[in-house]
């Protein structure tokens, strides 16, 4: 089993985590490019898009945490514990990263500071997908 946990931990390492994000769905992107040039040049509105872009991701990175959970026995499980280890690391992270645009001032600060958050969630929900894939395929709870 422990044997089997670390080939599974290596092969996981392989994944390409900094690989180039999926990004949002298409519906999803539509729907903001929808929502901005509907915004015009109001940067209030535009920053409420990218809010309603980063819950959409939210949702989809949600879904996947569930596929990934499922794929390798839940949470308890030893993989799935340490799957939570890292979520929760992740969350902090997210939290931490984007924080510096909101103290920086301005509406233009705020926006990117919504685009870096939104990017963030994009790029975990991307991760999670292609881990839950991986586990789908290859692990099996003993």
Request: proline share 3%.
């Amino acid at each position: 089993m422990a044997a089997r946990l670390v080939i599974l931990a290596l092969t996981a390492l392989a994944l390409p985590q900094a690989a180039l994000a999926e990004g949002p769905t298409p519906e999803a992107q539509a729907e903001l490019d929808a929502c901005v040039e509907k915004a015009g040049m109001v940067d209030l509105a535009v920053k409420d898009c990218y809010v309603e872009l980063a819950n959409t991701e939210d949702a989809r990175l949600n879904a996947n945490w569930t596929r990934v959970l499922k794929a390798v026995g839940g949470k308890s499980s030893e993989v799935g514990t340490a799957l939570l280890t890292e979520q929760r690391a992740w969350i902090a992270y997210k939290e931490a990263a984007c924080k510096h645009h909101l103290y920086a001032g301005g509406t233009l600060n705020r926006i990117s500071g919504q685009i870096c958050y939104v990017e963030l969630i994009t790029r975990r929900a991307d991760e999670l997908a292609e881990l839950a894939d991986f586990y789908q395929e290859t692990y099996s709870p003993e």
